[in-house]
């Protein structure tokens, strides 16, 4: 848990680091937890803006550079 942040803050960062783990889709995650998909995503941005979140590898195809 982040200490400082405000509760709203700590509470869409948890949601996103066990989205980030991998385990689930953030489609199925937030069906499952009943998550607003569009609240989901603004707050992925807000928090990556802020430097509390990390963005993932723009390799997404898993292929190396050349």
């Given at each position: ?40 995503y603004r707050w992925r941005s807000v928090l990556t ?18």
């Amino acid at each position: 848990m982040e200490i400082g942040l405000p509760e709203k803050h700590r509470y869409w960062l948890d949601h996103l680091k066990q989205i980030d783990l991998g385990v689930q889709s953030s489609a199925a995650y937030t069906g499952e937890h009943h998550l607003n998909p569009y609240a989901l995503y603004r707050w992925r941005s807000v928090l990556t803006k802020q430097g509390l979140l990390k963005t993932k590898d723009s390799n997404v195809s898993g292929k190396c550079k050349s």
